[in-house]
Nanobody
Framework: QVQLVESGGGLVQAGGSLKLSCATS????????MGWYRQTPGKPRELVATIASGGDTIYADSVKGRFTISRDGAKSTVYLQMNSLKPEDTAVYYCNGRTFGGNYWGQGTQVIVSS
């Protein structure tokens, strides 16, 4: 069974930074894509950033230039460095991992950006 465990969320002032971590129970190399999504009440979950097995990254327009997704294969961990945070970045952030056998989600970590 694949497990994804997020950490690093919290409360931060606008303009501040947070770094989210997603620890996986499986080698990162077994995922063809890993990413971060976020969701606010009453809205669908939206893509924040993804990183493919080959290293290609995709970012939502709203976070380009502020967020960076990265991974550490030795630690089986994917990160999301979030800088210049805005109140509209407030959401529950979910880690996602995709293999050819399934699509997996973490439990989510709350990020609150105060103005």
């Amino acid at each position: 069974q694949v497990q994804l465990v997020e950490s690093g969320g919290g409360l931060v002032q606008a303009g501040g930074s947070l770094k989210l971590s997603c620890a996986t129970s499986r080698s990162i190399g077994s995922f063809y894509s890993m990413g971060w999504y976020r969701q606010t009440p009453g809205k669908p979950r939206e893509l924040v950033a993804t990183i493919a097995s080959g290293g290609d990254t995709i970012y939502a327009d709203s976070v380009k230039g502020r967020f960076t997704i990265s991974r550490d294969g030795a630690k089986s961990t994917v990160y999301l460095q979030m800088n210049s945070l805005k109140p509209e970045d407030t959401a529950v952030y979910y880690c996602n991992g995709r293999t050819f056998g399934g699509n997996y989600w973490g439990q989510g970590t709350q990020v609150i950006v105060s103005s």
